[in-house]
C-alpha cells in the first residue's frame, strides 16, 4: 500500500480582511418602533387570513391549499407574538421583583 503525503506547494497566504465602504451610521430602529412593525405584520397576515376564510365560504374561486396555507401562516405568526409578549412580560416582572 502507498503512503499519501501531502507538501504544500505553496506559501500560506496572510488573511485579507474584506473592505466594507464606510456609510453614515444608520438611525437604529427603536424598541417600540421594532415591536410595533411586528404587530403591524401579524396584523396583515391575520387580515390575509380572514379574506382567505371568507372567500373558502362563500364560494369564490379561491386555491383551497393557498388559502389553507394563508391561515395556517397567521396562525403561527399569532402563536409567535404571543409567546414573544409572555417572555417580554415575564422578563419585565423579573425585574420589577429584583430588590432595590
Known amino acids: 500500500m502507498s503512503e499519501l503525503r501531502i507538501t504544500s506547494s505553496a506559501e ?11 456609510a453614515p451610521p444608520a438611525a437604529a430602529e427603536t424598541f417600540s418602533e421594532t415591536l410595533g412593525r ?11 387570513a380572514h379574506e382567505a376564510s371568507v372567500a373558502l365560504a362563500s364560494g369564490q374561486p ?6 389553507l396555507v394563508t391561515i395556517e401562516e397567521a ?18 416582572q ?6 432595590v
Open 62 to 67: 379561491i386555491d383551497m391549499s393557498q388559502a
Open 75 to 92: 396562525n403561527i405568526s399569532l402563536q409567535l407574538a404571543l409567546q414573544i409578549r409572555n417572555k417580554l412580560l415575564e422578563a419585565y
Open 12 to 22: 500560506p497566504r496572510p488573511v485579507v480582511e474584506p473592505k466594507m465602504p464606510k
Open 38 to 48: 411586528m404587530v403591524q405584520s401579524v396584523n396583515d397576515l391575520q387580515t390575509q
Open 94 to 99: 423579573d425585574v420589577m421583583r429584583m430588590p
